[in-house]
Nanobody
């Protein structure tokens, strides 16, 4: 019913920038929360940032001041602008959409993309 497709990952040197995008498709009326998570090798998946449909945002302490999450509600797309990247930002980045209102009124929870690799070299 809901598909999330990420793009924009890649290899970058420390101090560089990348912009991730995630487009949601399906029978979507609205999406309350969209978020970015990441998982480094041998570590648990962690929240990077999330954004409500009103534009309210929250960030992990480790990325505050460097990453910016934004969204385009008309396109059901969320972005993550990552600046001043560090080697410790290396991870697979996953897009998440939660509290998705489908056409017909059904509320659908907790959808994930397939992930996109971000590698920061020192």
């Amino acid at each position: 019913q809901v598909q999330l497709v990420e793009s924009g990952g890649g290899l970058v040197q420390a101090g560089g920038s990348l912009r991730l995008s995630c487009a949601a498709s399906g029978s979507i009326s609205s999406i309350n929360y969209m978020a970015w998570y990441r998982q480094a090798p041998g570590k648990q998946r962690e929240l990077v940032a999330h954004i409500h449909s009103t534009g309210r945002t929250e960030y992990a302490d480790s990325v505050k001041g460097r990453f910016t999450i934004s969204r385009d509600n008309a396109k059901n797309t969320v972005y993550l602008q990552m600046n001043s990247l560090k080697p410790e930002d290396t991870a697979v980045y996953y897009c998440n959409a939660d509290l998705v209102r489908l056409r017909g009124g059904v509320l659908s929870l907790d959808h994930w993309g397939q992930g996109t690799q971000v590698t920061v070299s020192s």
